[in-house]
């Protein structure tokens, strides 16, 4: 078993996937107090060098890290310890995209935000835009390492195997709507002391609620994240309560 000293105590090696929108600052900002930030190693998947770049570490480099954490962090789940606690937290997808959506435009520095606020698009014109593969079953596609395209051309076989990897390699899997037990199962899992706090982080200030957006733009996410739709309510049912 790989341990370390914090702050906060004694804690084991983590791998924490941040699913863009699913509450992961929030999370992160907590789990970045428990380690070392010399010994954090934060990757982003529109920057897929960073993987790169820690796969072709030596072992005993690679070892030196006790937390990875960020977008992508689940591509290197067979380079880091192979001990260490592994952890997600899922959203409900339209919910998600909803969020996405009002994020991106409130945040002139997003890869997004020029073509967006630039296209003046809607919400409908945005989840239909295809725009970035973030907007269309983008939960099921990351874990099971696929394009859209790929996933949906056996839709039933991608969500059992995407639901495979995530109940098979990842020792907590959250959802946000329940975001305090599945932060308290990590806080356990890792064996850190000090209490997660429920602070709001990384909110969207002029966001819609997802009872006010529009029947047919609700629907027109709905369809083009079905796959991720399954996906969570798999989840959903296991998720820590």
């Excluded at 099971?144 to 059992?160: F, T, W």
């Excluded at 609620?209 to 959903?236: K, T």
């Amino acid at each position: 078993m790989f341990m370390l000293w914090s702050s906060a105590g004694r804690v084991r090696k983590l791998l924490f996937e941040h699913v863009p929108k699913c509450a992961g600052t929030a999370a992160m900002k907590y789990l970045e107090q428990r380690y070392s930030r010399r010994r954090t190693y934060t990757v982003y998947d529109r920057r897929p060098n960073e993987c790169e770049t820690f796969r072709r570490m030596p072992e005993e480099q690679r070892r030196r890290y006790d937390l990875v954490i960020g977008h992508g962090a689940h591509r290197l789940l067979d380079w880091f310890a192979p001990d260490a606690v592994t952890a997600t937290v899922l959203r409900q997808p339209v919910d998600r995209i909803v969020s996405h959506y009002y994020y991106v435009l409130e945040q002139p520095d997003h890869y997004l935000h020029g073509r967006v606020v630039g296209g003046k698009m809607s919400l409908r014109d945005y989840v239909e835009s295809g725009l970035s593969d973030e907007l269309r079953n983008y939960m099921t596609c990351s874990f099971l390492g696929a394009s859209p395209a790929e996933a949906e051309r056996d839709p039933a076989r991608a969500v059992d195997r995407a639901w495979d990897v995530l109940r098979g390699r990842y020792r907590v899997v959250g959802i946000v709507e329940r975001l305090p037990p599945a932060m308290e199962a990590i806080r356990t899992a890792i064996g850190a002391t000090t209490p997660w706090k429920n602070a709001r982080t990384n909110s969207t200030a002029g966001r819609r609620s997802l009872e006010s957006i529009a029947a047919e733009d609700r629907r027109a996410i709905a369809d083009r994240n079905a796959l991720d739709l399954e996906l969570y309510r798999r989840a959903a049912e296991a998720a820590p309560r």
